[in-house]
């Protein structure tokens, strides 16, 4: 099956730096991209939808200067995390869909720990 | 509003037993909906879905989920757990059309040896 490669897995740093999140489909072309953010015993909050070469569109209450998100090929997509601080702490998941495709691959998840 | 419930928070069940874990789904229009399990640390894996045809889906690792339109459910089941099976559990609907998914909010499912 499709493959959707995140990395990295786990992400430690200070208060005050960005940090990028990669989301990459291996075996297809991912026309549309998804973020997500996860806390822990709750479901996935879906920050934005990326489309190739387009902006991407954000979830109500994300700040789009926050989580900049670039989506700059059809197998690529990025999520930077700027300026993190403490409450950013938490379970990032990207997931991507082909065209005509109505299932999601997920990529394995960001752990992101902001000191 | 759209929306995807699970209404258990947490299904234990004693390995070789039937399990079920529950969802009900409130989705416009013919409704796509899927089941994914997320082990610890892990994005999720997709199990079954459900687009058209037959209302019994069979999906990886045993598992197949009944839609019935009436009580606008998705009900995934197995007929005998494994310990192995127990992950966090998420029902999905996505309005045929779009992309935007609606996910519940998950069922962890622990099997007892």
């Known amino acids: 099956g499709a493959v959707v490669s995140q990395h990295p897995s786990w992400v430690i740093c200070k208060s005050g730096t960005s940090v990028k999140i990669e989301c990459r489909s291996l075996?297809?072309?991912?026309?549309?991209m998804f973020w997500y953010r996860q806390f822990p015993k709750q479901s996935l909050m879906l920050m934005a939808t990326s489309n190739e070469g387009s902006k991407a569109t954000y979830e109500q209450g994300v700040e789009k200067d926050k989580f900049l998100i670039n989506h700059a090929s059809l197998t690529l997509s990025t999520l930077t995390v700027t300026s993190a601080h403490p409450e950013d702490s938490s379970f990032y998941i990207c997931?991507?869909?082909?065209?005509?495709?109505?299932?999601?691959?997920f990529g394995s998840g960001t752990q992101l720990s902001v000191l | 509003a759209q929306s995807v419930a699970q209404p258990e928070d947490q299904v234990n069940v004693a390995e070789g037993n039937p399990l079920t874990v529950k969802c009900t789904y409130s989705?416009?229009?013919?409704?796509?909906l899927f089941w994914y399990v997320q082990y610890p640390n892990r994005g999720l894996q997709f199990l079954l879905k459900?687009?058209?045809?037959?209302?019994l889906v069979k999906g990886s690792y045993g598992f197949e989920a009944e839609f019935n339109k009436s009580q606008t459910s998705f009900h995934l089941k197995k007929p005998s757990a494994l310990v192995s099976d127990s992950a966090l559990y998420f029902c999905a609907g996505l309005s045929s059309g779009t992309y935007k998914y609606i996910f519940g909010t998950g069922t962890r499912l622990k099997v007892l040896a």
């Open positions: 997931s991507a869909s082909g065209t005509g495709n109505e299932k999601l691959f």
């Open positions: 989705v416009s229009g013919n409704p796509y």
């Open positions: 075996d297809f072309q991912a026309t549309t």
């Open positions: 459900y687009i058209t045809g037959d209302n």
